[in-house]
């Protein structure tokens, strides 16, 4: 069964801590690794998507690396306007594929996180 | 602006009554899709479209019905027969590798807080 998880389930750090979420994945036929930024009463902001083992990206104070079996979103010397719950996806094939417009997004929990000023 | 629109954004429902949500999409995408998020888990995929008069069944859709007669909307009924239907209801959209541009990343709606009265 294609899965995803997530951890730690909730993350609080003080401004300028640097730290690591984590995404674990299962999933047979990864399309991509796909991060996004959920504010309270929300929907998800699109921040990143990876598709290979190596691959990193990098906007702001963030950066996302993945590896076979999961991927890390590192933040750098947060701000409390960093606070949200980040959200990990993998895409696995939808059925059918008609024009290959549609991926099944597989979500994990999504990670908590607090910046304390 | 492009974007994707949901209304209403608070949504009462009462006993053995059907409702609908509103998604409209100004992004030529494709695809679209609802989702449901319930507190301490991930978003699950309730329908999907790949195009329009097409649409497949998510993993909960047993309680919900969509229709696609136009490619700009993908509205979702909840009917009478879904009985917790309380949550956060998420619609998004995704151009489709197809068509050329940043391949399969889904964007999405503010959501719709659907509860029972």
């Known amino acids: 069964e294609d899965q995803v998880t997530q951890s730690p389930e909730a993350l609080r750090l003080q401004e300028g801590e640097s730290s690591s979420l984590n995404c674990s994945y299962t999933?047979?036929?990864?399309?991509?690794l796909f991060w996004y930024r959920q504010d309270p009463g929300k929907g998800p902001e699109f921040l990143f998507t990876?598709?290979?083992a190596g691959e990193e990206k990098e906007k702001e104070r963030l950066k996302a690396t993945l590896t076979k079996k999961e991927s890390f979103l590192h933040i750098t010397a947060p701000k409390p306007e960093d606070s949200a719950t980040y959200l990990c996806?993998?895409?696995?094939?939808?059925?059918?594929?008609?024009?290959?417009?549609?991926?099944?997004?597989?979500f994990g929990q999504g990670t908590r996180l607090t910046i304390n000023p | 602006d492009g974007g994707i629109t949901q209304s209403p954004k608070y949504l009462f429902r009462k006993e053995g009554q059907n409702v609908t949500l509103s998604c409209e999409q100004n992004?030529?995408?494709?695809?679209m899709y609802w989702y449901r998020q319930d507190p301490g888990q991930g978003l699950r995929l309730i329908y999907y479209?790949?195009?329009?008069?097409?649409?497949q069944k998510g993993d909960i859709a047993e309680g919900y019905s969509v229709s696609r007669e136009k490619k700009e909307s993908f509205p979702l009924t909840v009917t009478s027969a879904q009985k917790n239907p309380t949550a956060f209801y998420l619609c998004?959209?995704?151009?489709?590798?197809?068509?050329?541009?940043?391949?399969?990343?889904?964007?999405f709606g503010a959501g719709t807080r659907l509860s029972v009265l």
């Open positions: 992004l030529n995408h494709d695809a």
């Open positions: 999933v047979s036929g990864l399309r991509g």
């Open positions: 998004a959209s995704s151009i489709g590798p197809s068509r050329g541009g940043p391949k399969n990343i889904q964007y």
């Open positions: 996806a993998a895409t696995v094939p939808g059925q059918p594929l008609i024009i290959q417009g549609a991926q099944k997004l597989v």
């Open positions: 990876l598709y290979s």
């Open positions: 479209s790949q195009i329009v008069n097409d649409f």
